[in-house]
């Protein structure tokens, strides 16, 4: 068998899951959108059920796959519904909606609601890509807060750069988002992942952990403080000696300068590793630090295994405990998002 493993520790999804709750200090959604980041929206959602105060997901079909498999906890639709009837299903599923277009608020003070709804609130403080603007926010809260239809309003926005070390764009969301709210009533809910740990004035009363639940500090300084939930690693399953000044891989583009041992290993871009992530990304061959040589093609990649005995049979990390995804991430030229979702064909082993 192919021996691409993609392992889930699921022990330590639960271990960031409190530490963040910690660091936030009040309730807090585990984010499982997008099959939670490529980790497994069922299996995570299950593993903190007993824990967790709510999960997000993007949209219904991925709240009611989380329903069907018996999560009971609040699930809160970060998009909203995409058509007037998908309230039906929000009704019918015991779902939490975020409201942030007026298309959406008109059609859902018009649904025949069997249970008044819990409505977040979003305003556009800055980020402009969703939500109303700070000058109609009020009007919008206070259409929804007269409304028999409606239980509960939680006031919400997102941050454009939290992650990034000028302050000064997330400074002048959180003053926007306090200004429009003034007077408002309900519950707030500021804080991503990195304005939770970056920015302590955003922890309000919810939080929203996303990356940062699965290991991956979206901001340098707390690093270590979070255990990677995922681990991808293969193996070297054969290896050859080329002289100097001989090329390998797809388009020569690199070339070795000395007598080298290259590793080959099972894992490509059709698994989901970036194509992208050049000659010295770095891999671990049997927890010792080394690196990709040539491009990665589509089923297989090589690695540089001068400097060790390492070789046939053993275990390489792509990312994981050793190697950071933030490093094959920047290597690539894109963010671990990217990476950690795009895993795929990997067999995937839950740890618990």
């Not at 105060?53 to 009971?72: K, P, S, Y």
Request: proline share 3%; aromatic share 8%; glycine share 8%.
């Amino acid at each position: 068998m192919r021996p691409l493993i993609c392992e889930i520790r699921l022990n330590y999804l639960r271990e960031n899951y409190l530490t963040l709750k910690k660091i936030h200090g009040n309730k807090l959604l585990a984010v499982v959108k997008a099959n939670a980041y490529g980790h497994g929206a069922v299996r995570c959602a299950q593993a903190l059920h007993d824990i967790a105060d709510g999960f997000a997901v993007a949209c219904l079909e991925e709240a009611i796959e989380l329903r069907e498999n018996q999560i009971t906890k609040p699930i809160l639709l970060l998009e909203g519904v995409f058509e007037a009837q998908e309230y039906d299903l929000v009704d019918k599923w015991d779902l939490w909606t975020v409201v942030h277009h007026q298309a959406q608020l008109e059609q859902l003070l018009a649904h025949d609601w069997q249970k008044p709804a819990t409505v977040w609130l979003k305003m556009d403080s800055g980020m402009h890509r969703a939500g109303f603007f700070p000058h109609n926010f009020a009007a919008a809260h206070t259409a929804l807060s007269q409304s028999n239809k409606v239980a509960k309003i939680v006031k919400m926005t997102h941050f454009a750069c939290a992650d990034e070390t000028e302050r000064g764009m997330t400074d002048m969301q959180v003053e926007t988002f306090d200004l429009a709210c003034d007077g408002l009533t309900g519950e707030s809910s500021l804080a991503n992942s990195a304005a939770m740990l970056r920015y302590p004035e955003t922890r309000r009363d919810w939080g929203r952990a996303g990356l940062a639940l699965y290991g991956i500090a979206p901001v340098s300084e707390h690093s270590g403080s979070l255990k990677p939930v995922m681990r991808l690693s293969s193996q070297v399953f054969a290896e050859r000696v080329l002289q100097p000044h001989e090329p390998i891989g797809y388009g020569a583009t690199f070339y070795t300068k000395r007598s080298t041992r290259v590793g080959l290993v099972a894992c490509g871009y059709a698994d989901g590793y970036p194509r992208r992530a050049s000659s010295d990304t770095p891999v671990a061959v049997k927890g010792l630090r080394t690196k990709i040589i040539g491009r990665v093609s589509m089923d297989m990649l090589t690695v540089d295994l001068n400097d060790s005995h390492e070789g046939v049979g053993d275990v390489v990390e792509l990312f994981g405990d050793v190697i950071s995804v933030n490093e094959v991430a920047a290597a690539a030229g894109t963010i671990a998002y990217e990476v950690v979702c795009n895993v795929k064909r990997a067999k995937k082993v839950y740890i618990s």
